[in-house]
Structures are given as structure tokens and as C-alpha cells.
T-cell receptor, first 112, second 112 residues
Framework: DGGITQSPKYLFRKEGQNVTLSCEQN?????MYWYRQDPGQGLRLIYY???????QKGDIAEGYSVSREKKESFPLTVTSAQKNPTAFYLC???????????FGPGTRLTVT | GESVGLHLPTLSVQEGDNSIINCAYS??????FIWYKQESGKGPQFIID?????DKRQGQRVTVLLNKTVKHLSLQIAATQPGDSAVYFC???????????FGQGTRLTINP
């Protein structure tokens, strides 16, 4: 069964703690992306990666970090420096930067 | 364009009618456009895409129209069904850029 998995679906953390969101794909896609979605709004790009061991900042990278050690995996860490971390986080992948992106089911993070 | 505000535009249609969802884009250099469907609590799902060298593309029950003169994109859904209820996003990729820019989204509601 090919696709993108994100875990967990819901995540709760206390303010001041770092938290890592998982994203795995078995589509053999080169490019992977992380987006943030706030209620009633569109998607904003946090980070993206074209190939293993390489990644670039998106529009709202401050307070986030990523790694791309394997083609299949692109974990996102929400650090304590992120001022407003509560949001719905979406991971996506594509076979190239000019192709359609396929999205995972998302992780809803709540920080209190 | 970028998402703004907390209130999504809403479109209500009768079941069985055709739906037309509109999207204005800002950059005349955009060369690739995608429509996504997002159901509540889920990740966006790819519907259809179109490149700037085309003005129309059809899929199963959906048609995308591109008017480059006025920088307008539309998604037509034929014979709307209850399962079409969702938020619909357009996204554009600017020529030479490496990322998609998502619009705010439109919430489609189906009346029985």
C-alpha cells in the first residue's frame, strides 16, 4: 500500500518542550515538504527537501528544524522557539518539484 | 495568493447541480496550477492540475479552466454530490520557483 504516513494523528505538549513529528513515504519520491495549516486558512510552507541530506527553508521556518537522512523520511521538530506552535501539520511528497504533491493525513499539535 | 483572514469563502449548491469554484492568482509568471480537495481533519487530496500552455483540462466529473489574461483559475464539478463537500484549494507554481503557493480555500457545502 503506497502512501505517506504521519504519526501521531494528535499530539499534546507543554510549552517549552521540543516535539518531533514523523513523516514517512514509500512512493519513492525525491521531494518532501512540511506545511502548517491554521483554522480557516491555507497551507504555509515550513521546509522542503529535494534530495537526501539537503533541505531549504520555506516561508515560515523560524522555530522549526528538519532532517533528511533517508529518502523515505522527513521528520519535523517544533522547537520551543516557535511562538505559536498549535496547528495542523501536513507533510507532502512529490516525484519532482514541478509535479503534484501528495499529502499525508496530518498531525494536529496542541501546545498548552 | 497567500491565505488571509480566518473566514473562508463559502459556496452552497444543491445536490445534482454543477459547482464552480474560482481562484485568482497574482503572478503572471506562474506556469503550473493544481486543485486540491480537503475534507475535515484530513490532508489535501489532489484533484486535477493544468500547465500554463493549456486553457482547459478535464477529469472525471471535474474541469479546470485557466484564463491567463485575467489570471483566473476555476474548478467546475459536474452533478455535485454530498461527498464533494470539502474545502477546495488552488495552488500555483511560479516558473523557476521550487514551491507551490496555496490560496485561501473555498468551502463547498452541498444542500440536499
Amino acid at each position: 500500500d503506497g502512501g505517506i504516513t504521519q504519526s501521531p494523528k494528535y499530539l499534546f505538549r507543554k510549552e517549552g518542550q521540543n516535539v518531533t513529528l514523523s513523516c514517512e513515504q514509500n512512493l519513492n519520491h525525491d521531494a518532501m515538504y512540511w506545511y502548517r495549516q491554521d483554522p480557516g486558512q491555507g497551507l504555509r510552507l515550513i521546509y522542503y527537501s529535494q534530495i537526501v541530506n539537503d533541505f531549504q527553508k520555506g516561508d515560515i521556518a523560524e522555530g522549526y528544524s528538519v532532517s533528511r537522512e533517508k529518502k523515505e523520511s522527513f521528520p519535523l521538530t517544533v522547537t520551543s522557539a516557535q511562538k505559536n506552535p498549535t496547528a495542523f501539520y501536513l507533510c507532502a511528497s512529490s516525484s519532482g518539484l514541478s509535479r503534484e504533491q501528495y499529502f499525508g493525513p496530518g498531525t494536529r499539535l496542541t501546545v498548552t | 495568493g497567500e491565505s488571509v483572514g480566518l473566514h473562508l469563502p463559502t459556496l452552497s449548491v444543491q445536490e445534482g447541480d454543477n459547482s464552480i469554484i474560482n481562484c485568482a492568482y497574482s503572478n503572471s509568471a506562474s506556469d503550473y496550477f493544481i486543485w486540491y480537495k480537503q475534507e475535515s481533519g484530513k490532508g489535501p487530496q489532489f484533484i486535477i492540475d493544468i500547465r500554463s500552455n493549456m486553457d482547459k483540462r478535464q477529469g472525471q466529473r471535474v474541469t479546470v479552466l485557466l484564463n491567463k489574461t485575467v489570471k483566473h483559475l476555476s474548478l467546475q464539478i459536474a452533478a455535485t454530490q454530498p461527498g464533494d463537500s470539502a474545502v477546495y484549494f488552488c495552488a500555483e507554481k511560479r516558473e523557476g520557483a521550487q514551491k507551490l503557493v496555496f490560496g485561501q480555500g473555498t468551502r463547498l457545502t452541498i444542500n440536499p
